[in-house]
């Protein structure tokens, strides 16, 4: 993690949008979103939402967020256009909806790559079920594993990375964690497949993030980050290190000894309650840059490591907690 890039949710731009753009009516456009985003200082990057965000011209839309001084840094597939699609994307029961459901996303990754970008995210919400003996759990198990390996074999040049959660849209998603998405990994066998992290789904997940990321790296890779913040009950999307700051911290650490090099994203959700996007966003960068400022005084006390190797929480917390709020005088 050299210079950290920063990139963030599109769709939070259209918070308080009655301010933004006074007596329009309809929701904003893609471009007076991007426009707005481009306010934000630090912001270097932005993610789009494939189909909602993609014209028929990405090279064109890349073009227009340069003029704005941002860059793309990959897309994320939703699976909204047929109704059948709620009932499984790449795990429907007719052959036909799951072919369209990876037809999709492989239009997604050359969409991607034509705007320059080499990452396409998917998160399989609709991939699931709802009821005892809905469903075939192996034959479940096994169009997902098929339909994740075509999409990696239709561009080996571009990352592709699963975002787990343990539910909603369904009741129980068949990636719910971070050790059932390694399986699945696994057993589809492409090397440029790896995991989006995430923060709210692991901590709903019961998941330490950190553990989930040494976990990650261990057998395959993080290709994305996801930062926000939860109560671990649901995806509440609130600003980073709203409550969990200490798991937060522990992540940035854990993430750079293992060599990530790719944008913190926030995936937050000002437009819930109206706040505004672009003071929203520029707080949680300045917030992840205080915590990165901690990351490296913790890397530079070797009291830290030491209480670690040794298992001693009782040390370990003084120390960071001495590095976070300064020292008792």
Same mark, same amino acid.
């Given at each position: $993690?050299?210079?950290?890039?920063?990139?963030t949710? =599109?769709?939070?731009?259209?918070? !308080?949008?009655?301010?933004?753009? %006074?007596?329009?009516?309809?929701?904003?456009?893609? =471009?007076? $979103?991007?426009?707005?985003?481009?306010?934000?200082?630090?912001?270097? &990057?932005?993610? =789009?939402?494939? %189909?909602?965000?993609v014209?028929?011209?990405?090279?064109e839309?890349?073009?227009?967020?340069?003029?704005?001084?941002?860059?793309i840094?990959?897309?994320? $597939?939703?699976y909204y256009t047929?109704?059948?699609?709620k =009932?499984?994307?790449?795990t429907?029961?007719?052959?036909?909806?799951?072919?369209?459901?990876?037809?999709?996303?492989?239009?997604?990754?050359?969409?991607?790559?034509?705007? +320059?970008?080499?990452?396409?995210?998917i998160?399989?919400g609709?991939?699931?079920?709802?009821?005892?003996?809905?469903? *075939?759990?192996?034959?479940?198990?096994?169009h997902?594993?098929?339909?994740? @390996?075509?999409?990696c074999?239709? *561009? %080996?040049g571009c990352l592709?990375?699963i975002e787990y959660?343990?539910?909603e849209?369904?009741?129980?998603s068949? /990636?719910?964690?971070?050790?059932?998405?390694?399986?699945? #990994?696994?057993?589809?066998?492409? +090397?440029? /497949?790896?995991?989006?992290l995430?923060?709210?789904?692991?901590?709903y997940a019961?998941?330490?993030?950190?553990f989930a990321?040494a976990? #990650?790296? @261990?057998?395959?890779?993080?290709? !994305?980050?996801?930062?926000?913040?939860?109560?671990?009950?649901? &995806?509440?999307?609130?600003?980073? !290190?709203?409550?969990?700051? /200490?798991?937060? #911290?522990?992540?940035? @650490?854990?993430?750079?000894?293992d060599g990530?090099?790719?944008a913190?994203?926030f *995936?937050?959700? %000002?437009?819930?309650t109206?706040?505004?996007?672009?003071?929203?966003?520029e707080v949680? #960068?300045?917030?992840?840059r205080? $915590? /990165? @400022?901690v990351? &490296?005084?913790l890397e530079?006390?070797?009291?830290?490591?030491?209480?670690? *190797?040794?298992?001693?929480?009782l040390?370990?917390?003084?120390?960071?907690?001495?590095?976070m709020?300064?020292a008792?005088?």
């Amino acid at each position: $993690m050299s210079e950290t890039r920063f990139a963030t949710r =599109l769709n939070s731009f259209a918070s !308080g949008a009655h301010l933004a753009w %006074p007596g329009q009516s309809g929701k904003p456009s893609v =471009l007076q $979103m991007a426009e707005r985003a481009a306010r934000v200082q630090g912001l270097t &990057d932005l993610d =789009l939402n494939y %189909p909602d965000h993609v014209n028929d011209n990405p090279a064109e839309l890349a073009r227009k967020f340069g003029d704005f001084g941002l860059s793309i840094n990959g897309f994320a $597939m939703r699976y909204y256009t047929n109704p059948d699609f709620k =009932l499984g994307a790449f795990t429907h029961p007719e052959e036909a909806v799951r072919r369209e459901a990876i037809n999709l996303t492989k239009k997604g990754i050359d969409a991607a790559r034509e705007a +320059g970008a080499n990452l396409m995210t998917i998160w399989l919400g609709q991939d699931g079920f709802d009821y005892a003996f809905q469903a *075939d759990y192996a034959r479940l198990w096994q169009h997902e594993i098929d339909g994740i @390996r075509e999409v990696c074999q239709h *561009d %080996p040049g571009c990352l592709i990375s699963i975002e787990y959660k343990p539910n909603e849209p369904r009741s129980y998603s068949l /990636l719910p964690d971070a050790a059932t998405t390694l399986l699945a #990994i696994k057993e589809v066998g492409a +090397g440029n /497949l790896g995991v989006t992290l995430d923060f709210a789904h692991v901590l709903y997940a019961d998941e330490q993030p950190a553990f989930a990321a040494a976990l #990650i790296a @261990r057998h395959s890779r993080v290709l !994305g980050v996801h930062l926000n913040d939860g109560y671990a009950k649901r &995806d509440d999307g609130l600003m980073v !290190g709203a409550v969990h700051s /200490l798991q937060t #911290i522990e992540l940035l @650490r854990q993430i750079r000894r293992d060599g990530y090099d790719g944008a913190i994203y926030f *995936d937050t959700f %000002p437009d819930l309650t109206g706040l505004d996007p672009v003071r929203e966003c520029e707080v949680n #960068i300045k917030t992840v840059r205080r $915590m /990165l @400022r901690v990351v &490296d005084r913790l890397e530079q006390d070797n009291r830290l490591s030491s209480a670690i *190797d040794r298992q001693d929480a009782l040390s370990t917390l003084a120390i960071v907690q001495e590095l976070m709020l300064g020292a008792d005088h």
